[in-house]
């Protein structure tokens, strides 16, 4: 090997790269088809006819019980009072409470929150007594403080709590869906759907397939398999006794944990855990419209980029040492999945070095200069193998992004298949390096998502008839 030349070290690159992304990338694809089988399994096994519920009807059904809302907002200016106006015009129940948690040293976001709320006594606004920023978990904490505080005022409990964010389009059926699947489950969590942005067609839009295709299929196989289910941290609620159940689990006496960067998913996955029930309820109106929570996701590649990075960096490193891996077989099956994203980047990243390699050797080949090695049948295989599984990964991309956008968003998710892995590949990397500054005592950074559109601006809600929110195609 000492006396290789630079092109006979760059062919044994190239095929090492090869076979480390081809077999990884495999072993992703039997998972995959794993998933696929079980989704369309558990279809063809249920074929009960679906009742879909009258969006009208759920936003004045009477809640059996007082909600809370926590809305937590650092620089929030621009998107919190749409935020709030919407949710006060959407649900027209009585029985609940939005808590809007600012800070004192932010009064951007306290002035734009307190126009919106006006004289409503719906919204509570609570003042952090910290100046910000610091993490969503020690807001959610300071929401909680004042909702506890409120209930011993007012010698009553509230009945369960939802979590959003700032930048939320709230569906006007969900405080009434919820109130009734609560009497049933501990936590219980709609599908969020990211709105399609015609500024951002690569970069903001990229959202739209993810979700599409998680909250159509894993999370719907997650539900019926009965394992823990995550909490996407808007669109999700608790009942009330197992917010103070985990409560209980901290020594700070406070539900949601500061040292997480997901705190959010880590509450979810630890309702099963302490003995309580989860439900993932995907439910249309008569029109077919999805009952979901709709926002404007990053529309920058370095938003994405440090998003992405935090959910990476929170469920799939800091998950491992902080929920390790409890339960059956189903159980750490779902949470290999969760924290798959590391290594996921990797793949991804020496993929794309084979391609660029395959790429360089095959301009040598046209100007005839050979490939020092020829593809013997086990890397055609591979290679093979792999070009199908792509293209059935790109169909289900193509199905479950048309059954909620329409056919030509359908078409956009599968070219925007190379923007969302070059993604991955960047956020994967900045997790790895942030979390292993905490191995060496480096506390874990929280890096907030900027905030500067609102989709109440652009969606139609018709909240005085029983037509479905949707958005206007861009």
Not at 85 to 102: E, N, S, T
Not at 194 to 217: M, T, V
Not at 256 to 273: N, W
């Amino acid at each position: 090997m000492a006396g290789w030349s630079v092109l006979e070290w760059l062919a044994l690159i190239e095929r090492e790269l090869l076979l480390f992304a081809g077999i990884f990338f495999l072993i992703g694809a039997i998972d995959e088809f794993l998933m696929d089988g079980l989704w369309g399994w558990m279809k063809l096994a249920d074929r009960k006819p679906r009742q879909n519920l009258r969006r009208a009807d759920m936003r004045v059904r009477e809640l059996s019980g007082m909600a809370a809302v926590f809305i937590p907002a650092w620089q929030e200016d621009k998107v919190i009072g749409h935020t709030i106006a919407h949710a006060l015009d959407a649900w027209a129940h009585r029985q609940f409470v939005l808590y809007v948690g600012c800070y004192r040293n932010d009064m951007c976001t306290l002035e734009a929150a307190m126009k919106a709320a006006g004289a409503d006594r719906r919204v509570r606004l609570v003042v952090h007594d910290c100046n910000g920023p610091s993490t969503k978990a020690d807001c959610l904490n300071r929401l909680y403080r004042a909702m506890a505080t409120d209930e011993l005022r007012m010698g009553e409990r509230y009945r369960m709590v939802l979590l959003h964010d700032a930048e939320d389009l709230v569906d006007p059926a969900e405080l009434g869906l919820m109130d009734k699947a609560i009497e049933h489950a501990e936590f219980v969590q709609i599908p969020v759907l990211p709105l399609p942005q015609r500024e951002s067609r690569w970069i903001g839009s990229h959202y739209c397939e993810e979700f599409a295709e998680a909250h159509a299929k894993s999370m719907v196989v997650r539900n019926w398999l009965d394992t823990c289910l995550p909490a996407a941290g808007v669109g999700c609620a608790l009942n009330r006794e197992m917010l103070a159940k985990m409560a209980k689990m901290h020594g700070d006496g406070l539900p949601f944990s500061i040292q997480s960067l997901t705190e959010d998913y880590e509450l979810g996955m630890r309702v099963k855990a302490v003995g309580g029930r989860s439900r993932f309820l995907r439910v249309r109106d008569e029109d077919g419209t999805l009952v979901a929570t709709r926002a404007y996701f990053p529309s920058e590649l370095g938003e994405a980029v440090r998003q992405k990075a935090r959910w990476v960096h929170g469920i799939g490193l800091q998950g491992w040492e902080r929920l390790g891996w409890e339960g059956g077989l189903a159980e750490r099956w779902m949470r290999l999945r969760d924290r798959r994203g590391p290594l996921a980047a990797l793949v991804l990243a020496c993929g794309y070095a084979f391609f660029l390699l395959a790429g360089a050797f095959y301009l040598l080949g046209e100007l005839g200069i050979d490939r020092p090695w020829k593809a013997d049948p086990l890397l055609a295989w591979i290679i093979g193998a792999n070009l199908a599984s792509f293209a059935w990964r790109a169909l289900m991309r193509f199905g479950f992004t048309a059954r909620e956008y329409g056919i030509a968003e359908g078409l956009l998710a599968v070219l925007r298949i190379p923007v969302a892995n070059v993604i991955a590949i960047m956020s994967g990397r900045r997790a790895l390096m942030a979390y292993l500054r905490t191995l060496r005592g480096a506390a874990p950074k929280w890096e907030k998502t900027v905030h500067d559109r609102h989709p109440a601006g652009v969606v139609t809600l018709l909240a005085e008839s029983s037509q479905p929110v949707t958005a206007q195609r861009a």
